[in-house]
């Protein structure tokens, strides 16, 4: 794998071309060089992930840049896309969660529901009240 020198540190910089022409299958084997630059970082994300993966623009606010850079300098995160791709993925999924609570409230208040419910508790009680009595001779 080639390195470039990416700054005045010392610090190297592994470019995209080079990933691909490596079995590169965690960023741990790789950025034990050096950093990724933008275009390795996509690729590693590509190489290391099942998904497909589609390239896209965001804008950000700066200091928002500033601190994911922070982070990334800091070796907290491989890279930006790391960090907004986590962000992101965390993100979707509380909103998942906060629509499956939003239905499971909603039949809190649907009388329908509530008559099926009351239905099957009665149906089950005898089984219920057998378990019950089961776990209480057990103890």
Not at 61 to 79: K, M, N, Q, Y
């Amino acid at each position: 794998m080639r390195l470039h020198q990416s700054s005045p540190d010392g610090r190297f910089a592994i470019r995209a071309e080079d990933l691909r022409t490596h079995d590169c299958k965690s960023t741990e084997s790789v950025t034990q060089y050096g950093s990724l630059d933008s275009d390795a970082s996509f690729v590693m994300l590509e190489l290391m992930s099942a998904e497909q993966i589609i390239r896209t623009t965001v804008a950000l606010p700066e200091d928002l840049l500033t601190a994911i850079d922070r982070f990334v300098s800091e070796g907290r995160v491989v890279s930006r896309n790391e960090l907004v791709v986590n962000g992101l993925r965390a993100h979707v999924q509380q909103l998942e969660r906060d629509a499956r609570d939003a239905e499971f409230q909603a039949m809190t208040d649907d009388p329908a529901y509530q008559a099926e419910a009351r239905q099957i508790l009665g149906e089950f009680a005898d089984a219920d009240r057998e378990a019950w009595v089961g776990i209480a001779e057990e103890s």
